[in-house]
């Protein structure tokens, strides 16, 4: 009996998957399939495009392995930047974001299957990393550090299942990622409080996927942008059918003082206010993506004064 031969290589190595998969199959297991397949078919565009392999895609996963460390890590970004693109068109519920983690490490090829440590730390770095997100190990941070226009968050050097030494692990801030908001458990109790609590989560998990979008995405700018529009016009709606019955009420009751004025002064004050939001003045001022801009300065001083 002839033994398999087994090969080992240096590689780069991408591992993702689905963050909150089985609540996605809970709602609707067709749909969430049928979304899967799309996303996968991204993935698998994007890896070809820089020059990677599609290993396996075994459940919601997705694992290949890439001959450039760079290309690696820019597919990982282009992706999650496209896959955070088609989330904003969807409602918050069927948003479906991966989880990514990079590594380069030594791994066996047995069969066209990969095998060894290398996987397994990219692995553990994908569970690291927030939904939308990537993590990348030390190694990858050396190859990319100055190859790439993106900010990097050391996570510190983590202690991760099955690997003897720890792993340093770097966050690559694409403003992308975000916090993911489950559902709480329901309490026993009013059921008043469990509504609220609902509430409150629907809310913060709002905020947090406007924050989370890309930026440098038009067709999300400009829902954002239309958004902010449509709440300044429903605020001046209101405020045109206050300060009208306001002056009717004047007119019939004392047309020779005119107090519907000063109301109408106060109510514009909070209506002003929300024009300067909509318009989004402040960058108008400061220029485009101004605050991400800033932040990267402040932590590229903070670097050299460390």
């Known amino acids: 009996m002839s033994e398999t031969h087994i090969e080992r290589k240096l590689t780069t190595i991408l591992c993702a998957d689905v963050a909150g998969y089985a609540r996605l199959m809970d709602d609707d297991e067709e749909s969430t399939l049928a979304q899967l397949s799309d996303y996968r078919d991204v993935f698998s565009g994007f890896v070809e495009r820089h020059r990677g392999t599609v290993v396996?895609?075994?459940g919601d996963s997705v694992l290949a392995d890439f001959p450039s460390v760079v290309e690696a890590v820019q597919c990982a970004v282009e992706v999650q930047r496209e896959l955070g693109a088609r989330n904003a068109l969807l409602p918050e519920?069927?948003?479906m974001d991966f989880r990514v983690g990079v590594n380069l490490g030594d791994v066996m090829v047995k069969n066209g299957d990969l095998f060894g440590e290398g996987i397994n730390i990219a692995a553990r770095l994908e569970q690291i990393a927030l939904p939308g997100g990537i993590c990348i190990s030390g190694?990858?941070?050396d190859q990319v550090r100055n190859k790439l226009s993106v900010g990097f968050e050391y996570l510190g050097s983590k202690t991760v299942?099955?690997?003897?030494d720890e792993v340093p692990v770097y966050r690559l801030e694409t403003g992308v990622e975000h916090y993911s908001?489950?559902?709480a458990p329901a309490e026993t109790g009013s059921a008043g409080n469990e509504k609220r609590?609902?509430?409150k989560q629907r809310k913060k998990a709002r905020r947090e996927a406007e924050i989370s979008q890309p930026a440098d995405t038009t067709d999300v700018r400009a829902r954002k942008e239309v958004a902010r529009l449509k709440r300044f016009y429903r605020h001046l709606s209101w405020y045109g059918v206050t300060v009208g019955a306001l002056f009717?009420?004047?007119m019939v009751t004392s047309a020779g003082y005119w107090w519907w004025l000063w109301a109408a002064f106060g109510l514009g004050i909070p209506l002003a206010l929300h024009a300067l939001r909509a318009y989004d003045i402040t960058e108008k001022v400061l220029g485009p993506n101004w605050e991400e801009r800033k932040t990267r300065e402040v932590k590229e001083r903070l670097k050299r004064e460390s």
Do not use: C, G, M
């Open 56 to 58: 396996n895609t075994a």
């Open 139 to 141: 190694p990858v941070y």
């Open 181 to 183: 908001v489950e559902p």
């Open 248 to 250: 009717i009420i004047n």
């Open 197 to 199: 609590a609902s509430k």
């Open 93 to 95: 519920d069927r948003r």
């Open 161 to 164: 299942k099955n690997i003897a």
